[in-house]
């Protein structure tokens, strides 16, 4: 029983975080806000690549994958490629 | 901005638009399931974590404090922590979208960093697109929650698949778009450094969180300089 009511807390507190940001559409925002808004994703994804890659033991090898990826994305544009080429590499340096 | 009608196609768009992170997550999901059911978790319990609190780094904390018999409020807390994040997503996405008041309830419920990503990046985004790529990994993620506990000690180990890998690629596929300029990038490599910082101090989900306010607020002073508001 507290093992459900703990998964339901989880479940409420994760839940009124969705839904919080998504609600507040009718904001007006001043122009300092709408470009803090547009570069919420450049700041969000640099801080979900590098604790990754930096924190991690064969950090070498990650980084080459990384680079070797985004030449991949520079050239092809396309997600796909970039991740199946990035992982191709990472997978080759593990085994050497 | 006008709430469009539900486009099948821009649904499978989204839809699809996730499916090259399927590598990524199917194992995490299992290993999330195997170490539920260490933590003393039962089957059910185990897919309900999946199916309603749906947060890839949040179930894992919880699965490791159920097993360190942890008091339940503390594994809330440490799930609210990780989750503040989802703030600022909401806050971003709910600029380029319009949504009902039943569309906002599905969209929040199934809202990931993945998802999040994609949808941000999709020209002309709409809810059907959204939901596409929402549910894309609410799928694979319950699927494989639920062969995980299955298999249980079957399932082999993310680490040593090397899977994990797949998360900082579509991330940096998804930032690389965004670099076309001259400020982007310095935000982009800030954000870098302060994450960095900030991750040898604080857990995952608050350092997503802080790097994402700390470097808009630098983006947004960066732009708007000099301009007379």
Redesign the interface.
Known sequence: MTVLLTLLGMWAVTFAARLAGLSLHRLVLPPFWLAFLRFVPISVFAALIVPDIAGSPDWPKKLIACAVAAALLWRTKALAWGIVGGFAVYWALRQV | MTVTPFSRSSFLAGFR?I???W?GIAPFAAAYAVTARAGG?NIF?TS??SL????GA?QFA?AGL?GQGAS?LS??AT??VL?????????????KV??TWPQ??M???F?T?EA???A??APGLNYAYLLGAELSLYAVWNVFTLLGSLLGSLVPDPGAL??????????????????SSRI?LV???V??????S??RIVP?GL??LL???????????L??RG?K?
Do not use: C
Not at chain 2, 191 to 196: K, N, P, V, Y
Not at chain 2, 211 to 221: D, H, M
């Open positions: 638009a499916v090259p992170l590598l978790l319990e309900w974590m309603s609190v749906f947060a949040a919880a159920f339940p594994i809330i799930t609210a989750n503040v994040r989802h703030v600022l997503y909401g806050l971003s996405l709910a600029q319009k949504v906002r309830l969209a929040a419920q809202l960093d999040y990503g994609v941000i990046n090397g899977v994990g890998i797949v998360f900082p690629l579509a991330f940096l596929g998804l930032l690389t778009p965004h670099l982007p935000v982009a490599l954000s870098g450094l302060i994450a960095w900030l991750s995952g350092v997503v790097t994402g306010i700390l470097g808009a607020l630098f983006g947004a002073w732009s708007t301009t508001t």
